[in-house]
Each structure stands twice: as structure tokens, then as C-alpha cells.
């Protein structure tokens, strides 16, 4: 039966969350059930794609990605493929009527990955968060209004900063394994071997611009999802007080983490001002 093998799809894409970030699994579960499994279904889609550019060393990463992206496509086109990550990705793609032009812009992100090291100009960056982390961030704002077209257009612009936020803390947090395993770097106009203060701290004005820019989008989200798209700023936000106290040199030759024990505490302070009506 389809259905069965719609279920494997489903749980496979949730495995994969749960597999690879304990964070925003977290977060999803702080979801209502009826909008969850579709989150997952999006994360897993989005993870694979890019584990192929930054994991996937010792094989032909672009022929790999080429695979992929033809697997995408015949997938969303057939509405079924025995990629159960894209299978389950097509449901959610179809459910929500998600823009096909949000897809390929992540994918063209995705593949820049695959040779570009560096980005020059802001315009070059922006493009590529764009693509990267924005557009996830309005797949799922699809999912968390579920369809409303109006609702969508009002939180979009907040979507996308809280998308970019999320994707330059990554940024700073994993300076070292990008520039150093990948030679990547991503922060225009900014010297990773000799990284200061002054451009640490100008990384996190705009990363800070960004959050609260996104915040005041999360505080008008239906019930559904508000308080798992808290969690998840939470977290990131707490990630970026931990980056802002440590020394730019230390951020460079580390990688800076939320224990799990101080994740358990940020759910449950987030509890109660998510129950006390304070975001």
C-alpha cells in the first residue's frame, strides 16, 4: 500500500531530524502534532542536500548532487520517489502549495557550495543566505499558517530574518570547520586568520538586528507553531550569548555548543513565558 510506504518516508524524515540536531528536534516537538510531521519533512529534505556538499568527501560530490536534484525534481513532478527524504519532501511540497521557486534557490545555494570558497560583496552573502537559510524559513512559515496567503505575505519578511539569524550563527559558531576542513568562508570583508574583536562584534549587530527582527514575526504565528519557532530562537539566541562572551580568536580554534542540561532549562523558562502571554 502507498500509504505504508508514505509512513516509512515520514518516519525516516523524522529520524533524520532527530539524528542530526538534537536543537531543532527539540524545538519540532514543541510543535502541534498536526503541523510537525510536515516540519520534519521539510528539515529532512534540506539536511540531505546538505550533507552531500559539506560531508560526502571521499565520493564525487557533484555527480552525487546532480543525482539528487534530478531525484527532485521527477519527484515533484510524479508526486512520489523511492527516496523516502524526497517522497515525504513532495507531500509537504504539494499539502502547502510551496513556491517551486523557494526550492531552487536553495538548491542553487546548495551547489555554490560544491566549489564557491568565498563570498566578496554583501550581495554576493545575501544572495546566498537567501537561498540557504531564508527560503527554509518560508517553507515552513507555509506549513505554520497553513496556506493562509495573507498571513504568509505579513510574516514573510520576519521569516526570512529569522532564517538569515539562524544561518549566521551557524556561521560564527562552525568558523573553524568551514574554514579550516572546508576552506570556506562566508563573512564578506572579513579576515578569518586574523579574526577580531571589531568584526566579531560586527557580525553579531547584524545577527542581533536580525533576531529581533524575526522575533516580532514569531509573536504573530497561529498557536500551532508559536512556541516551538520560540524555542528555536531561544536556543540560537542563547548560542549567540555564548559566541559574543568568547574571544574572537578562541571562536575561531573552537566550536561553541548548548549543553544539554542548559537546552532542558531554556525549554522550560520558555514554558513559562510562552504560558504567561510574555513573548
Given at each position: 500500500m502507498k500509504s505504508l510506504f508514505d509512513n516509512v518516508s515520514y518516519n525516516s524524515s523524522k529520524l533524520v531530524t532527530k539524528t542530526y540536531s538534537t536543537s531543532f528536534s527539540l524545538a519540532t516537538k514543541m510543535l502541534y502534532k498536526s503541523i510537525r510531521g510536515d516540519i520534519y519533512n521539510i528539515y529532512g529534505f534540506v539536511r540531505f542536500a546538505d550533507e552531500i556538499v559539506d560531508s560526502f568527501h571521499d565520493y564525487d560530490k557533484e555527480s552525487l548532487?546532480?543525482?539528487?536534484?534530478?531525484d527532485l525534481e521527477l519527484a515533484l513532478e510524479n508526486k512520489i520517489s523511492l527516496n523516502p527524504?524526497?517522497?515525504?519532501?513532495?507531500?509537504?511540497?504539494?499539502?502547502?502549495?510551496?513556491?517551486k521557486s523557494l526550492v531552487d534557490a536553495f538548491m542553487n545555494s546548495m551547489r555554490l557550495d560544491l566549489h564557491k570558497t568565498n563570498y566578496l560583496t554583501q550581495d554576493e552573502f545575501k544572495d546566498y543566505i537567501y537561498g540557504s537559510a531564508d527560503v527554509v524559513g518560508l517553507m515552513c512559515l507555509k506549513v505554520f499558517v497553513n496556506g493562509n496567503d495573507k498571513k504568509y505575505e505579513e510574516l514573510k519578511e520576519t521569516a526570512m530574518s529569522l532564517g538569515s539569524a539562524f544561518q549566521k550563527v551557524n556561521f560564527l559558531r562552525d568558523l573553524k570547520a568551514d574554514f579550516e576542513g572546508l576552506d570556506r568562508t562566508y563573512f564578506p570583508n572579513t579576515d578569518l586568520k586574523n579574526l577580531n574583536e571589531s568584526s566579531k562584534?560586527?557580525?553579531i549587530d547584524d545577527i542581533e538586528a536580525d533576531?529581533?527582527?524575526?522575533?516580532?514575526?514569531?509573536?504573530?504565528?497561529?498557536?500551532?507553531?508559536?512556541?516551538?519557532?520560540?524555542?528555536?530562537y531561544r536556543y540560537y539566541s542563547q548560542l549567540l550569548k555564548?559566541?559574543?562572551?568568547?574571544?574572537?580568536?578562541?571562536?575561531?580554534?573552537?566550536?561553541?555548543?548548548?549543553?544539554?542540561?542548559?537546552?532542558?532549562?531554556?525549554?522550560?523558562?520558555?514554558?513559562v513565558k510562552y504560558q504567561l502571554n510574555l513573548l
Open positions: 548532487f546532480n543525482r539528487f536534484s534530478d527524504i524526497l517522497n515525504s519532501f513532495q507531500h509537504t511540497f504539494h499539502k502547502y502549495s510551496i513556491d562584534q560586527n557580525i533576531f529581533e527582527k524575526g522575533l516580532s514575526g514569531i509573536k504573530k504565528l497561529p498557536i500551532e507553531a508559536k512556541f516551538g519557532v520560540f524555542m528555536a555564548k559566541l559574543k562572551k568568547t574571544p574572537a580568536l578562541k571562536i575561531k580554534d573552537s566550536r561553541i555548543r548548548v549543553s544539554n542540561p542548559k537546552k532542558i532549562e531554556l525549554l522550560m523558562r520558555s514554558y
